[in-house]
C-alpha cells in the first residue's frame, strides 16, 4: 500500500525542472539576472528558486498576473536593482507568502 501511494505521489505530484535562462545563472536556491534584457519577471525560472536578484534591465511594472506566472512559490528575497521599475500594483505578492524581503534600488 505505502509503495502505491508513493508511486501515485512521485507520478502526479507537479514538479518543475531545473530551468535557467541563458542571461542568467541559477544555483538550487539563487537565481542571478544581470543584463538580461526582461521587460517583466521571467517565468522558465528553477521552483526552488528562493534569491531571484535582477539587475539592469526594462522591468516598468509588476502585478499580480506576471507574478502568478513566474510561479516562484519558494521566493523569499526579490532583488530588483536599476531595473526602471515604475510600479507594483498592489497585491501583487498577495500569494508570496514565503516573500519576507525585496530591495529596489533605482537608475542613478
Do not use: A
Not at 535562462?21 to 536556491?29: A, E, F, G, K, V
Not at 522558465?44 to 498576473?65: A, C, E, H, M, V
Not at 521599475?85 to 501583487?92: A, F, H, R, V, Y
Not at 500569494?95 to 530591495?103: G, R
Amino acid at each position: 500500500v505505502m509503495l502505491v501511494i508513493l508511486i501515485f505521489i512521485m507520478v502526479f505530484t507537479p514538479s518543475r525542472p531545473l530551468e535557467c535562462p541563458t542571461q542568467c545563472r541559477c544555483s538550487n536556491y539563487k537565481t542571478w539576472c544581470k543584463f538580461s534584457r526582461f521587460y517583466k519577471l521571467p517565468s522558465q525560472l528553477p521552483g526552488t528558486t528562493q534569491l531571484l536578484s535582477i539587475q539592469f534591465d526594462d522591468i516598468k511594472i509588476i502585478n499580480p498576473s506576471m507574478v502568478t506566472i513566474s510561479g516562484l512559490w519558494n521566493l523569499t528575497h526579490l532583488e530588483l536593482n536599476k531595473v526602471q521599475l515604475q510600479e507594483i500594483e498592489p497585491g501583487s505578492f498577495k500569494t508570496y507568502e514565503s516573500l519576507t524581503e525585496t530591495d529596489h534600488h533605482k537608475q542613478q
